[in-house]
């Protein structure tokens, strides 16, 4: 039994690495499950007897490889003693450099961000984006609130204006570096960026 559920763990992850080929080299939209079973050397069933459909595939894709991205957000709310500015920081440039280096952590955000058409048959897909991000920008906003509260963070923006904003340039950032990586070191320039950003803010 224990070696049965090893190989299907097996296949599983064998369907999902090619799924990352094969929706960044021909976009999600035109990938059939046949392309993504052909390329992991499986059949068709195998893709159906662990994935409901290209949604369901797509979501398993993203929670690989973004589940430890959501874990830098819900650390900032699980430490409420902590400095919650630092905390902000720190989580940030984890995501950063998570992404620096990591190879499939580039690659899935490039197939999330470049490869694929949210379409009607991608809906759960594009709804699992959204909470994603909006899981994210709430867990960046109660520090910042905390921060606020302390007095350690000037209140002139509300802390929802100031989680945008830091969603915005952390989204920035990846978007031109994932383009052309000679532009900037992606963990230096995020960590001037961050800096400049939260020594902006302080009361």
Known sequence: MRRTKE???QTRQALLDAAERVFEEKGVSRTSLQD????AGLTRGAVYWHFK??????NAMM???VFPMEQ??????????ADPV??????LLEVLRQIAGCERTRRVINVATRKA???AELDAARQRHLEVHLSWRAHIEGAVARAQAGGQLGAARSAREVAVGLSALLSGLIEL????PSLFPLVTAGEQSVDTYLAGLKA
């Open 7 to 9: 190989c299907a763990e």
């Open 36 to 39: 993504v079973a052909q390329a």
């Open 53 to 58: 459909d290209k949604a369901d595939l797509f």
């Open 63 to 65: 929670d690989r490889t």
């Open 72 to 81: 830098a957000g819900e650390r900032l709310s699980t430490a409420p003693e």
């Open 86 to 91: 630092q905390q902000v920081r720190e989580a």
């Open 117 to 119: 058409e949210f379409v």
């Open 177 to 180: 570096w994932m383009l052309e």
